[in-house]
């Protein structure tokens, strides 16, 4: 891959740029699983750094970043994939997804390294996997909004469009990088350079539309979310339901219950019982969910003298910070505060005396 430099700017440079931007805004994004944030965020990321290391060894003759540069699209593919997929599985099955998918670059590397005395047939690999993921987002978008159990009621559909506009951006750069893998094999990349610079161009635009229009997307999602949701009568009719068994058999207490688990118990689709619940009360699931934990954590902390810690595990929080700051978020103070006031007054008047004496 020896050949001359890009045009006077590295235009991968600017596309790291844009990246690094869009990095931060998935980051920021309500997505209603952090994971996925997360996950948005380091395609971003690992989209910024590899063009850097584009820029740096076409643009600047940096050749000493060839094996890192050759390797890291290996792990786009699963990260964009991973972003979406994460919205769609049970929370329990995430991390075992996560690892199998994120697992086979760092295997494909290593038998490479290994095995193989030439870098350069790992381009056909990075292709295969390309369009791998391309099968794997389409299949994943033909299962519609709905698919998405994971992410907030509102975003959804956002979401759906974005995943097709995803498959787009992945067999675009599909192209681009079998393009440049072909004129490896057939011309030793004499035009590696020209194809990098101008088949970035479109990629630019691409990524700045995208930076400009997605937090306008999800805000417009964010004002329509905070209007007063139009309900049905089937709604209200499904969170009746979903209420008596919350009740009688405390779900909520199960720090890994799903929309799928509760819509199962009710034989309705999961995404009908999100909705009832986002159209009649205004919120999603998680939140939903947290109002009985936070009922039964207030009762226990007026009813018992076991601690803090331990009633936000027997109300179903995993980590006591969320307890903590969904607590004084809802009752407006801290939970030993609450527990301090109620049992201040529950004391009766004649504490500590003879209620005859006191005649």
């Known amino acids: 891959m020896d050949s001359p430099g890009l045009i006077s700017f590295?235009?991968?440079?600017?596309?790291?740029?844009?990246?690094?931007?869009?990095?931060?805004?998935?980051?920021r994004l309500d997505l209603g699983f952090r994971l996925a944030n997360m996950l948005f965020s380091a395609f971003f990321g690992l989209g910024a750094f590899s063009s850097l290391l584009v820029g740096l060894r076409f643009g600047y003759g940096i050749e000493e970043l060839i094996p890192l540069q050759r390797t890291l699209p290996l792990f786009l593919g699963p990260l964009l994939y991973l972003s979406f997929a994460s919205l769609a599985l049970e929370r329990h099955d995430v991390a075992k997804i996560v690892l199998m998918h994120l697992a086979a670059p760092f295997i494909l590397i290593g038998l490479y390294l290994l095995l193989a005395?030439?870098?350069?047939?790992?381009?056909?690999v990075i292709s295969a996997s390309y369009s791998y993921y391309c099968v794997a987002l389409f299949?994943?978008?033909?299962?519609?909004?709905?698919?998405?159990?994971?992410?907030?009621?509102?975003?959804?559909?956002?979401?759906?469009?974005?995943?097709?506009?995803?498959i787009g951006f992945l067999v675009f750069v599909l192209v681009l990088d079998s393009a440049i893998a072909i004129d490896f094999a057939v011309?030793?990349?004499a035009n590696a350079s020209i194809l990098i610079s101008y088949g970035t161009v479109p990629l630019i635009l691409l990524l700045l539309a995208t930076s400009i229009t997605l937090p306008l997307m999800f805000s417009k999602v964010n004002a329509a979310s905070n209007?007063?949701?139009?309900?049905?009568?089937?709604?209200?009719?499904?969170?009746?339901?979903?209420?008596?068994?919350?009740?009688?058999?405390?779900?909520?207490?199960?720090?890994?219950?799903?929309?799928?688990?509760?819509?199962?118990?009710?034989?309705?689709?999961a995404r009908a019982v999100s909705s009832a619940v986002n159209r009649t009360q205004g919120t999603n699931m998680s939140?939903?969910?947290?109002?009985?934990?936070?009922?039964?954590?207030?009762?226990?902390?007026?009813?018992?003298?076991?601690?803090?810690?331990?009633?936000?595990?027997?109300s179903g929080f995993i980590a006591r910070s969320n307890f903590y700051r969904a607590f004084q978020r809802?009752?407006?103070?801290?939970?030993?505060?609450y527990r301090t006031l109620r049992k201040s007054t529950q004391k009766s008047p004649f504490d500590g005396q003879n209620p005859l004496d006191a005649r």
Request: aromatic share 6%; net charge negative; charged share 20%.
């Open 117 to 124: 005395s030439d870098l350069r047939s790992l381009d056909w």
């Open 227 to 269: 209007s007063t949701p139009v309900a049905s009568t089937e709604d209200a009719e499904v969170v009746d339901r979903l209420q008596v068994l919350m009740d009688e058999q405390q779900l909520f207490l199960d720090p890994n219950i799903t929309v799928q688990r509760l819509a199962k118990r009710l034989s309705l689709p």
């Open 10 to 27: 590295p235009l991968p440079l600017a596309t790291a740029l844009l990246c690094g931007v869009l990095t931060m805004l998935a980051w």
């Open 330 to 337: 809802v009752y407006g103070q801290s939970p030993i505060e």
């Open 187 to 189: 011309n030793k990349g």
């Open 139 to 166: 299949l994943l978008w033909r299962k519609g909004p709905d698919a998405l159990i994971q992410a907030r009621v509102d975003v959804t559909q956002t979401l759906s469009n974005w995943l097709l506009r995803s």
């Open 287 to 314: 939140q939903y969910v947290n109002e009985f934990r936070l009922a039964h954590a207030a009762r226990l902390l007026t009813d018992t003298d076991e601690s803090v810690a331990k009633i936000a595990t027997q």
